[in-house]
């Protein structure tokens, strides 16, 4: 007479055995390996499994949220100034009285900047406060579920992207000239351009 195997737990010390090593029936089924198994190896799946990723998370986010709260535009604004003075002098000396300008622009496109900088990192600290694995003191590393888990790493993944992509903003000049011969030599001075950056915006699903 065959005995029914079907309820016990299937626990493996490694993935090469064949045999089962536990005979406990399963108490329910791990998250993470997808196995039936007893409540103590259940136990130990979690806490091999699922805390070590919950622990890192937790580190990544706290490495996250230090970069949002030291984000600035000082680097930025020093390249755009930088990029306006190579400018200025690769120019004749007939348009050098437009760095003055170039530079108010820089001003105005920095402080548009600023604002939109300002509201990324509110929302974005909002978000990770609002989290339940982040901001929730009641939440247990031995309860978190893998897909919590799998929601937090891509939340952290956007907002980590969105500030690398902050970093990186590059000052764009777009030029318009006006009707005017080649072999003209004032055509520089009727030679007009604005000056903005480029990013992308961030959008939370």
């Avoid at 120019?91 to 105005?108: C, N």
Wanted: charged share 30%; with cysteine.
């Amino acid at each position: 007479m065959s005995i029914d195997r079907s309820n016990d737990c299937r626990h493996y010390r490694n993935e090469k055995e064949c045999m089962r090593n536990c005979n406990r029936t399963a108490y329910g089924r791990c998250p993470a390996c997808q196995r039936k198994v007893c409540l103590q190896h259940l136990s130990e799946h979690h806490r091999i499994e699922i805390e070590p990723h919950f622990d890192i998370l937790i580190d990544r986010a706290n490495q996250i949220r230090a970069k949002l709260e030291t984000m600035s535009i000082d680097g930025t604004k020093k390249r755009a100034q930088q990029f306006v003075e190579a400018w200025k002098n690769r120019t004749i000396a007939s348009i050098e009285r437009a760095v003055a300008d170039k530079m108010i622009e820089i001003d105005g496109a920095c402080a548009e900047l600023t604002v939109e900088m300002s509201q990324f990192k509110i929302d974005s600290l909002a978000k990770l406060k609002s989290d339940m694995l982040l901001s929730s003191p009641h939440i247990h590393r031995e309860y978190v579920h893998p897909d919590e888990l799998s929601r937090l790493e891509q939340l952290l993944t956007i907002i980590n992207s969105h500030i690398d992509r902050y970093f990186k903003h590059e000052l764009l000049e777009y030029s318009t000239t006006t009707t005017t011969s080649s072999t003209t030599p004032q055509q520089d001075d009727n030679r007009s351009s604005t000056l903005c950056f480029y990013h992308e915006q961030l959008e939370y699903n």
